[in-house]
Structures are given as structure tokens and as C-alpha cells.
């Protein structure tokens, strides 16, 4: 349980905050948020913080059981009222399963995406309280890291006019469009790179203008606009994850960001001195304020590594755990000051890559950790509940007549059929 940032006297939540936060959660499987499936709905909260949520899944073994769990407990305690959170599981009806089932479909149909962004897809974005700190090396270290482990990876650099992923992934290619096959609508084609079994798809401004003086002019007037673009109007297809390099300090891009993409969670990177210790804190908080998640803290520039194996801490020591700690999230990694690092970025040669040394490990283990533990991807292949409902619609149908004459047809799904 994350402790509240903030020790003032706290409010605890209402039903329709915690209903809120709850619409941030997506059952992968089925692409909606789990209220408007009618999966989950807040049962309780207690006059000293602890909420009550229940959960009905679609069917009771359901694999997603564990994630769909750790993201509402995650994501309701980024409430700063919520001291805890419990939930009662339950198991669906069949015809409560066949409403909702049918509700995804209605919706997978009907509504039309507020992003390109796969519902499967994990959302990641690095953030910090200042500049500098190595959010964007982090960013195209992790993403390739990722991919290398098979999977693929969007990248996208919501730095906007500060843009530095097109040069840490060597990649100068003016962006194209195509047009939508289903729509006709123009779509932006993300630049791509293969990295060991996976992809990166990429998009920056930096593709779009010609040199930093013209993306300069974007400030402000395009900032959240941009953003938009490239999370509606970019044909990412499909995406295991997709890893937002943000821009320095918190703001529009954030609250943009925790409009339209509000399953979000959020990396925060500090070095190892207090003082970006203590502005990473605004970070995290800010993030809490738009009620994102934080996934874990990454303390880069940790202690420099010489040939002789003697350890230098230039920027002090401890500021990752502390920030950590501080916010309540665990400490993913410490990743050294290295001139490889550094190298790798001008060079488009991210180390995580193909690089050696202390940095380069340290990059991979963060990543192995990201999707064996933190966030792993969505393995739709385990999902259950479409093969139920596949089995419900493929029930006993009876077809008979009525008196006027109407003809009534009855499914009766396989479920309802004891010992069928
Ligand atoms: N672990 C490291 N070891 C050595 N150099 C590093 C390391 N991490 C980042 N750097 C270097 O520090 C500089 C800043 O890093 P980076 O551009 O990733 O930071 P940033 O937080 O994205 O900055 P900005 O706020 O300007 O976007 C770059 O030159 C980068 O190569
Ligand atoms: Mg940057």
C-alpha cells in the first residue's frame, strides 16, 4: 500500500472518485474499462480511507485475475484519501457474462478509439522533476531492451521540442502517411527499427521538422496537440508496449497524457543527489494529482565504475532509494554513469543493446524485471473469456413459434447445461 505524499488531514474518496479511477483500469481481453463492463464497482469506503471494490470476472479461473487486481489496487491508491483497498472477487452469471460480452462488442464496434493504442498495449512513460537527468536515455535503452526481448515496442518522444530519440536510435526518416484502410484518414507511419527478435516503431517531432529552431516555435501553442496526434493518429497497429519519453518538469504533455491514456504508468528518473531527489518528489506528485500510477523509481548516473573496479559516486549516493521509499514504489535500478551511455546515445547505438559494462546490465535486468514482474505484457493466448462466450454462442438454440406467430429463438449457453 502506497503511502499518501501528502500528511496533511486527507479526505477520504467518494464513491464517484473511486468509480473514476476504477474507469482506468482496461480488462485487456475484452478493451474496455471494467465499469463500463459492469465488472467492477465501488462497494464501500470507510470515514478513515479503506475502500471496498467488487470484482466480478467472467469466469472464475480467469488468468487476468492477478493483473486486473494489482491494477485496481495500484490505481485507487493513487487517491491521496485511500489508506487501503480490498476486493471481493466474484464469478458472472452466464447471462451476466453474455452482457458484457456483449457490451464489448457494442463498444469494440461503436466507439471509436480515443487512441491508436492497442487496449493490450502497457503504457510507460518516463518522466523526472527536472531536465537533464536521463529520461531519454532511459526511455530508448528500456524500449530497445524490451524489443530485444521479442516484443514490440512504440516509442514516443512527447519531448517535443526538446526532441533527443531520433539521434539515441539513429533514425532520421521524414514520417510518412497512409491512409486508413477502414476510415480513409490519413495515418502517420511510425518510423521502425528491428532489434533482436522485436520492433520499435518510433515517432518524434523530430521527424517532422527540419531542424530544433523550427520544433522550437511548437512551444506551448502545440504541445497537447501533438501529443494527440501522435497517440490518435499514428497507425501503431499492434504494440506490446509503448514507452513515452516526457519532457522536463510536469505539466500539459502529463495531464494530456492522463487524459487520454489514463492506464498510464509512470517511471520516474532521479540521480543519486538529494536535490533532484527532493524535485522528482513534485514529479510524483503531480502524477498522483492526475491520478497516474508509478510503476518505480530509476536512479541513473549512479556511481561511476572505473577499469579497476573502484567505485566513484560523482553525484552522491542513496537518491534513488530515498525517492523511492518517499513515494512508496520500488527502486528498479540504479543504472552508473558510464561514457558508454553516453557514446551509445550520439552514436544511435542505445548500450542496452549490443553494449557491455555495468550500464549496459543494468539496463537489461531493468527491462527482464519490467516484463517478468512489474508490468508484464498481456498474454492474450491465456484469455478465457472470449473462449467462453464463444462456447456460450455456439449454445443449444431452440427455435419455436408463438401464438402470433412470432418466431422466438432460445439459446441456452453450453454453461447453463449441466453436465453437457
Ligand atoms: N548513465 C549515464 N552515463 C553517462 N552519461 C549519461 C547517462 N545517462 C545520461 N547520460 C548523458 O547525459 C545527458 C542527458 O541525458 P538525457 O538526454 O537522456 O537526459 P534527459 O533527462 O532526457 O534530458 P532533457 O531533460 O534535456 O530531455 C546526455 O548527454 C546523455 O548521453
Ligand atoms: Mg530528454
Redesign the pocket.
Known amino acids: 500500500m502506497t503511502p499518501p505524499l501528502v500528511s496533511a488531514a486527507v479526505v477520504p474518496p467518494s464513491v464517484d472518485d473511486v468509480t473514476d479511477l476504477l474507469r482506468a483500469v482496461i480488462d485487456p481481453e475484452l478493451g474496455s474499462d471494467v465499469v463500463d463492463l459492469g465488472m467492477a464497482s465501488c462497494r464501500s469506503i470507510s470515514s478513515d480511507g479503506f475502500v471496498v471494490v467488487d470484482v466480478k470476472l467472467t469466469i472464475g479461473g480467469c488468468p487476468l485475475r492477478a493483473q486486473i487486481k494489482k491494477d485496481i489496487e495500484t490505481r485507487v491508491a493513487t487517491h491521496p484519501g485511500v489508506r487501503g483497498v480490498k476486493i471481493e472477487w466474484g464469478e458472472m452469471t452466464s447471462e451476466e457474462r453474455s452482457a458484457t460480452m456483449a457490451k464489448a462488442r457494442w463498444n469494440a464496434r461503436e466507439k471509436a478509439p480515443d487512441t491508436a493504442i492497442p487496449a493490450t498495449t502497457r503504457v510507460l512513460a518516463v518522466s523526472?522533476g527536472k531536465?537533464?537527468?536521463?529520461?531519454?536515455?532511459?526511455t530508448v535503452n528500456l524500449a530497445a531492451a524490451i524489443a530485444a526481448q521479442g516484443y514490440t515496442v512504440g516509442v514516443l518522444d512527447a519531448?517535443i521540442w526538446?526532441f533527443?530519440v531520433p539521434r539515441m536510435l539513429g533514425l532520421d526518416q521524414r514520417l510518412e502517411a497512409e491512409a486508413d484502410p477502414d476510415t480513409g484518414r490519413p495515418r502517420i507511419r511510425p518510423n521502425t527499427r528491428v532489434v533482436g527478435d522485436g520492433l520499435l516503431k518510433v515517432v518524434s517531432t523530430g521527424f517532422l521538422v527540419d531542424d530544433e529552431g523550427t520544433a522550437l516555435m511548437w512551444r506551448g501553442l502545440m504541445l497537447t496537440k501533438a501529443l494527440e496526434q501522435f497517440l490518435r493518429d499514428v497507425a501503431w497497429g499492434e504494440l506490446d508496449y509503448l514507452v513515452i519519453?516526457m519532457?522536463?518538469g510536469t505539466g500539459d504533455v502529463q495531464m494530456g497524457l492522463a487524459r487520454m491514456l489514463p492506464r498510464t504508468d509512470m517511471i520516474i528518473?532521479t540521480t543519486p543527489a538529494v536535490s533532484a531527489q527532493k524535485v522528482a518528489i513534485r514529479a510524483a506528485d503531480m502524477a498522483r494529482r492526475s491520478f497516474l500510477r508509478i510503476a518505480g523509481v530509476i536512479e541513473?548516473?549512479s556511481e561511476f565504475v572505473c577499469d579497476h573496479g573502484e567505485r566513484y559516486p560523482l553525484f552522491g549516493r542513496g537518491g534513488g532509494q530515498a525517492l523511492a521509499d518517499e513515494i512508496g514504489v520500488p527502486l528498479l535500478g540504479q543504472?552508473?554513469?558510464?561514457?558508454h551511455?553516453?557514446a551509445g546515445?550520439?552514436s544511435g547505438e542505445p548500450v542496452a543493446v549490443a553494449g557491455s559494462g555495468p550500464?549496459a546490465v543494468a539496463f537489461r535486468s531493468i527491462a527482464h524485471q519490467l516484463v517478468t514482474e512489474t508490468i508484464p505484457p498481456v498474454q492474450m493466448s491465456q484469455c478465457s473469456a472470449r473462449r467462453a462466450d464463444d462456447a456460450d454462442q455456439r449454445g443449444f438454440t431452440e427455435v419455436s413459434v408463438g401464438a402470433d406467430g412470432v418466431v422466438i429463438e432460445s439459446v441456452t449457453p453450453v454453461s447453463l447445461r449441466g453436465g453437457q
Open positions: 523526472s531536465g537533464g537527468v536521463g529520461k531519454s536515455s532511459v519531448d526538446g533527443s519519453d519532457p522536463p528518473v541513473n548516473m543504472i552508473p554513469l558510464e561514457p551511455v553516453a546515445s550520439d550500464a
